[in-house]
T-cell receptor
Framework: GAVVSQHPSRVICKSGTSVKIECRSL??????MFWYRQFPKQSLMLMAT?????????EQGVEKDKFLINHASLTLSTLTVTSAHPEDSSFYIC?????????????FGPGTRLTVL | QKEVEQNSGPLSVPEGAIASLNCTYS??????FFWYRQYSGKSPELIMS????GDKEDGRFTAQLNKASQYVSLLIRDSQPSDSATYLC?????????FGAGTRLTVKP
């Protein structure tokens, strides 16, 4: 149980284009999902918390107009990187929280490696 | 002071030895503690969760929590080369979870 999928696993795009990444909880409902970014040899950086049916909460320094998050159902959250630039190249990982309590266990998706040319 | 601190390593142990990974956290009200393993190029996978003081064992892994000292550790017994990875400590702070920078473990055959 507690499987989280992400799609696509890898994407290469041209500078200025937009990229959508999907995060799905396959065998449980996730009221809350999280989006992280990880640069090489660095730790996870929380970008935003995605709540089903409401606006996402962004961490300080993360541009909400650039990283659009939609959490339309209890099993799907999407992250759209708009007008991507080479500095947005990174490993994007989502996680989903199982359980009704906000600080319950997070299960991670396999990640999406974004390369912006 | 960082919210969650880990020794970045690298920590190197011989195969069969016990690997000890440590983590300290700054917020006394933290309630939930987790250890994740992350292989290079992959996303983190949950190894252990611990919520109360003391030890919790799962196979070769033992998590230890001491809330008074704000300290959580992970012991890996009979370390295997396949245990070589970065281990992330995660601590719930209020409504959010914060991750340490990770400790890189290398188990040498």
């Amino acid at each position: 149980g507690a499987v989280v999928s992400q799609h696509p696993s890898r994407v290469i795009c041209k500078s200025g284009t937009s990229v959508k990444i999907e995060c799905r909880s396959l065998d449980f409902q996730a009221t809350t999902m999280f989006w992280y970014r990880q640069f090489p040899k660095q730790s996870l950086m929380l970008m935003a918390t995605s709540n089903e049916g409401s606006k996402a909460t962004y961490e300080q320094g993360v541009e909400k107009d650039k990283f659009l998050i939609n959490h339309a159902s209890l099993t799907l959250s999407t992250l759209t990187v708009t007008s991507a630039h080479p500095e947005d190249s990174s490993f994007y990982i989502c996680s989903a929280e199982q359980g009704a309590i906000r600080t319950d266990t997070q299960y991670f998706g396999p990640g999406t490696r974004l390369t912006v040319l | 002071q960082k919210e969650v601190e880990q020794n970045s390593g690298p920590l190197s142990v011989p195969e069969g030895a016990i690997a000890s990974l440590n983590c300290t956290y700054s917020d006394r009200v933290s309630q939930s503690f987790f250890w994740y393993r992350q292989y290079s190029g992959k996303s983190p996978e949950l190894i252990m969760s611990i919520y109360s003081n003391g030890d919790k064992e799962d196979g070769r892994f033992t998590a230890q929590l001491n809330k008074a000292s704000q300290y959580v550790s992970l012991l890996i017994r009979d370390s295997q080369p396949s245990d070589s990875a970065t281990y992330l400590c995660a601590v719930s702070l209020g409504n959010d979870m914060r991750f340490g920078a990770g400790t890189r473990l290398t188990v040498k055959p």
